[in-house]
DNA sequence: AATGAATGAGTCTTCATTCAT
DNA sequence: GATGAATGAAGACTCATTCAT
């Protein structure tokens, strides 16, 4: 029975993390309800201790499943050698995660401000694989000339990441009207790229 | 104890806020302690209560505060006729304000995906001033040909709040290193309207 | 000033307990909220403790009225040498007063059950001049032959007493429909003396 | 400590409500403390809140008891077709509930003023059944002509029903002195019957 | 492994009381 | 003497956590 047991673990291991994302995402960490997020996964009050021996140990498991997946599937694509290209497949492949993850995503925007220096550290391990790819990908471009010098790489992926999570904020605050989700790569791409003059 | 000066009532008020301002932003709504925000004010716990009746209404006080001092900083300055030093113009003044009131700002960063629709409903109305303002702004420059026209003003000024909301975090988490508060009105701006792109 | 400020103190004194007792009859004595006490009876929230130490002296004071007034008026009647008549004016004098002190007259019967020995005391020394006088009243007429002789005067007027009481209740809990105050008495003597049989 | 059984269930109710009823009796609803409640029935201060879901929740289940179990009694009796010896007959059932139930028949005397509409109603519901019975007992005995017929069975059965609960009120105030639970029920309905003339 | 009853620390809120003005 | 700001004990209620079944 091992085998079914262990891939059922998972599954339930699963269901609970999303469960808990959703709350998270709406309540924040003190507001969530550690039973009624294990009601809402479809399980009995007490469930939740089976997989995560704590509030802050099930909260600690969304924030890692991170930003690894977006880079992994940045990397799966093949792309002609042009940063524009790049980055605008970087923010498709986040936004479709996003869409997947809805509750996850919110709950790494709404914590980002948290005074907990484990949370904050959570937060920052999270999304540290799209940091360093975003990172590595403006310095090449600025070693090429393509982009200016006069900010470091460090500080432009800031303002790119920043766009990226406003944007998301935007449409999550505006019930998905403008940007909608598929232009929005497009959009905070020219708007980095080529800012706001004509 | 009674009997205290209209002005002496004031001051006490404006000390509870600020301490709220700073638990609400720490701790977000649920996880802000209101006996802790009254002895952090110097008082003894129930004292909140004779100012403000409840958690909810406290919260509300903060958020009320807004962005409207910084609306009127902007207009009282004299600028000349130029889209990119006005902006700048706002930017310092809201920067300016972060500072005096750092803890209020982080809570208008924090609540920003919060699910209650009140609480949205304040966040939305106690930035609106400054919203209003930039899409003016951005609407009378595109009608003069200087910005581009593909996207809406309205889009264009979310993609500018939006780079300055980050910046506010990204120097919040970073400790204030980059980018630090002085440069930071012209990295946005400069970010916003000309780009990335050397 | 010191005769207007005499008189001025005992009339303070008897607003406040007014208003005392409309709070402890409507909410009981944990009910009672001492500031609002204060407030209604046209003071600000304070002014009680210039003229009552504590929430159970104020309670006391209202309880210690008692039902020396309704014997007084009792005794100042003229009445024929006939038990239903004497029984019947002190059921008038009763019902005179408590309409000029309702709230006072239900403080009473509320706290009949209390379960602090203070409290009880209270109420059975201020009802105490009334008991005394009906048991008197029954005694002679037992004396004399009128009355039934296997219940012992005080037994009978519990039972006088209690359907006062409950005719009281009666009337309040039903908003004065019946009896009504005016028929009251006559019911009252008449029940008890006669009976219900035909 | 999951999965009881149902029984088991029922039975922490009612030991929950048995401690409630006894905390209410003594201090009236306001008075009463829950967390003690739960303490005194041998739970921890918050298991109250596993039964019942607020304070008010658990006031009004006692009240919902009610007197139905003494009409059921009353009814299961047989009796000879006697005016007299029905009512002496309730009074007995009532008395037996009574003693069986101390602490919940306080709280209903206790309430019968409360000023909240709510605790008023419950009060008047909880004691219908046996307002019911007896107004129609008393219908069927004046249209018998047993029965005085200058007042209503209604106004009738107020006084009888007064002079029971007064008889109860003076019993738990002399500590059971006079008349003592056994001689009660006679002496009632002989004072109401017969009235106190000789 | 899942359940859900029990626990008790912790929090918002009320309010009797004090006392400076 | 009146006021009402400040106090802090107390209490209703929540909920993370434990653990017997």
Same mark, same amino acid.
């Given at each position: 029975m091992a085998r079914i047991s262990k891939e059922a673990r998972v599954q339930v291991r699963l269901r609970l993390l999303a469960s808990a994302a959703q709350h998270f995402a709406e309540h924040g960490f003190k507001g969530a309800n550690i039973n009624q997020i294990s009601v809402d996964a479809g399980f009995a009050k007490g469930t939740v201790y089976n997989y995560f021996s704590s509030k802050e140990e099930l909260f600690s498991a969304i924030l890692a499943v991170g930003t690894e997946e977006t880079v992994r599937r940045y990397r799966a694509r093949d792309l002609p050698d042009n940063l524009r290209d790049h980055l605008q497949a970087i923010v498709e492949e986040d936004v479709a995660l996003v869409l997947e993850q809805e509750a996850m995503a919110k709950v790494f925007v709404r914590e980002?401000?948290?005074?907990?220096?484990?949370?904050?550290?959570? #937060?920052? *391990?999270?999304? *540290?694989?799209?940091? #360093?790819? #975003? #990172?590595?990908?403006?310095?090449?471009?600025?070693?090429?000339?393509?982009l200016r010098q006069?900010?470091?790489?460090?500080?432009?992926?800031? *303002?790119?990441?920043?766009?990226?999570?406003?944007?998301?904020?935007?449409?999550?605050?505006?019930?998905?009207?403008r940007p909608t989700w598929e232009e929005l790569p497009a959009f905070v791409v020219s708007m980095f790229l080529d800012g706001a003059l004509a």
């Open positions: 980002l401000l948290s005074s907990s220096p484990t949370t904050r550290e959570l #937060v920052h *391990a999270g999304i *540290a694989p799209l940091v #360093v790819l #975003v #990172v590595e990908l403006l310095e090449g471009s600025q070693s090429r000339g393509e006069d900010r470091s790489a460090t500080e432009l992926s800031t *303002a790119f990441l920043g766009m990226i999570t406003m944007a998301y904020v935007q449409n999550w605050s505006s019930d998905g009207r």
